[in-house]
């Protein structure tokens, strides 16, 4: 199993700012993944982080919208950039290797307004 | 895209009853995983089946995975009310380089005493 650790654990930011949510893995994991879910709903993939290179982005989510960054093989940053209210989310840092097993960090709840 | 059905999507039982959570795919997972998340909490992972037919038992939770390994069930025992939560299963699916979980939308338990 990995270790996730994820902050900040929340947040109220105003809109058009921005906040870097970090994750750190204790053990060196191949994949790791962030996730966006509304409170009792699901998770939504919001990309793979790769390290090194540029992340892999799903379907409705942007670069410049959720940077990520992977320097190594046991952190990572997603930023939400000029937030809005529709951003007031929970973020999850997900880790695990591949084919394997994926294990969530505690989540960041942020609200926008 | 990978689909996976979960249901239901809400289930408010009394103590000492059963139930069964399912999830259903037309697409063959490598493996496939079942969560437990708490408010506040990121889903923690309660098992894994990778192989058709496969049966785990965790206490009072059984899990199945199809002869297929298209759906899966989650059956719970006598439940309690430290059941309560959102309950979510993913499937692991591996493409080439990609390798990514695919969420169902998960299923609010509430066990009341």
């Known amino acids: ?113 | 895209t990978q689909l996976l059905e979960q249901s239901p999507q809400f289930l408010s039982i009394q103590e000492g009853e059963n139930l069964t959570v399912y999830c259903n795919s037309s697409s063959v997972f490598s493996s496939l995983q079942w969560y437990r998340q708490e408010p506040g909490e990121g889903p923690v992972l309660l098992v894994t089946v990778v192989t058709g037919g496969e049966v785990k038992k965790l206490k009072r939770l059984t899990f199945q995975f199809g002869d297929a390994r298209k759906d899966s069930s989650l059956h719970i025992t006598a439940a309690q009310t430290g059941d309560t939560g959102l309950y979510l299963c993913a499937g692991a699916w591996s493409g080439g380089s990609n390798y990514k979980l695919t969420f169902g939308k998960g299923t609010l338990l509430t066990v009341n005493p």
């Open chain 1, 1 to 113: 199993s990995a270790v996730i650790s994820q902050k900040p654990s929340r947040d109220i930011c105003q809109r058009g700012t921005s906040l870097t949510i970090q994750c750190q893995v204790d053990s060196q994991v191949t994949m790791m993944f962030w996730y966006r879910q509304q409170p009792g709903q699901s998770l939504t993939l919001i990309a793979t982080a790769n390290q090194g290179s540029e992340a892999t982005y799903e379907s409705g989510f942007v670069i410049d919208k959720f940077p990520i960054s992977r320097p190594n093989l046991t952190f990572s940053t997603l930023t939400v950039s000029n937030m809005s209210p529709e951003d007031s989310s929970i973020y999850l840092c997900s880790a695990g290797r591949q084919g394997a097993e994926a294990f969530f960090g505690q989540g960041t709840r942020l609200t926008v307004v």
